[in-house]
C-alpha cells in the first residue's frame, strides 16, 4: 500500500481564495483524521470522521473551514475564504480502530495564504 | 488538552541510550500510553503504545511505572536519524490523539 496520500503537497495562494486539500487514507481504515500543525499552537486535530460520518468537529476553527468524506477512500478539507493565519501544514491520517492499531500520516499539505 | 507533561528538550551522545520520560499522573485506568515522533517536515510516525506491561518492539522500549502515572520510552542505541520531536499520549482506544507540545530529542554525533 502507498500510505497515506495528500495532494497538493504545497499550496501557494493569495487571502481571500478557496483552498481544497485532498486525501486518500488507506485502504480499509474506517477512521480518518485532520490535524494543522503551526509553530505557535503545535499540532492541532480539526475533525476525523469514522465510516465517512464525521464523529467530532469541535477543533474545527471557524465556518470557513468544511470538511467532506464522501466515500471510504477520500476527504477533502476546504478554506473558504483563505486568509493569512491558516498558513500551516495540514497533515491528514488514518486507522483502522481498536488499541492494537496506529495512526498512519500522509506526508502533509504545507499551506501557505499570502 | 493533553494530559501527559514531557521535557521541551533533551540531548542524547549518538550509540547511547535515550530514555524519554512522561508524566501522566490523571491516567484512567482503560487508557493506553502511546509514543509518536515527528522527524522534521514529515507527518507523526507511531512508535508504541502500552497499557501496564512493559512492551518492545524493533523501534523501542516503553517502561510504565507500576501505578501507571509516569512512564519511560527508551531508544536503545540512538543514531542521528533519531532526533526528532517525540510525543507521549494517553488515550482511550478507537479516541481521538491529543498532541501536546513533546520532547524535542537531539542526537548529539
Known amino acids: 500500500d502507498a500510505g497515506v496520500i495528500q495532494s497538493p503537497r504545497h499550496e501557494v495562494t493569495e487571502m481571500g481564495q478557496e483552498v481544497t486539500l485532498r486525501c486518500k487514507p488507506i485502504?480499509?481504515?474506517?477512521?480518518l483524521f485532520w490535524y494543522r500543525q503551526t509553530m505557535m499552537r503545535g499540532l492541532e486535530l480539526l475533525i476525523y470522521f469514522n465510516n465517512n460520518v464525521p464523529i467530532d468537529d469541535s477543533g474545527m476553527p471557524e465556518d470557513r473551514f468544511s470538511a467532506k468524506m464522501p466515500n471510504a477512500s477520500f476527504s477533502t478539507l476546504k478554506i473558504q475564504p483563505s486568509e493569512p493565519r491558516d498558513s500551516a501544514v495540514y497533515f491528514c491520517?488514518?486507522?483502522?480502530?481498536?488499541?492494537?492499531?496506529?495512526?498512519?500520516f500522509g506526508p502533509g499539505t504545507r499551506l501557505t495564504v499570502l | 488538552d493533553a494530559k501527559t507533561t514531557q521535557p521541551p528538550s533533551m540531548d542524547c551522545a549518538e550509540g547511547r541510550a535515550a530514555n524519554l520520560p512522561c508524566n501522566h499522573s490523571t491516567i484512567s485506568g482503560n487508557e493506553y500510553v502511546y509514543w509518536y515522533r515527528q522527524i522534521h517536515s514529515q507527518g507523526p510516525q507511531y512508535i508504541i503504545h502500552g497499557l501496564k506491561n512493559n512492551e518492545t518492539n524493533e523501534m523501542a522500549s516503553l517502561i510504565i511505572t507500576e501505578d501507571r502515572k509516569s512512564s519511560t520510552l527508551i531508544l536503545p542505541h540512538a543514531t542521528l536519524r533519531d532526533t526528532a520531536v517525540y510525543y507521549c499520549?494517553?488515550?482511550?482506544?478507537?479516541?481521538?490523539?491529543?498532541f501536546g507540545k513533546g520532547t524535542r530529542l537531539h542526537i548529539l554525533p
Open positions: 499520549i494517553v488515550r482511550l482506544p478507537d479516541d481521538k490523539i491529543i
Open positions: 485502504s480499509g481504515h474506517d477512521y
Open positions: 491520517a488514518s486507522y483502522t480502530g481498536g488499541h492494537y492499531n496506529e495512526q498512519f
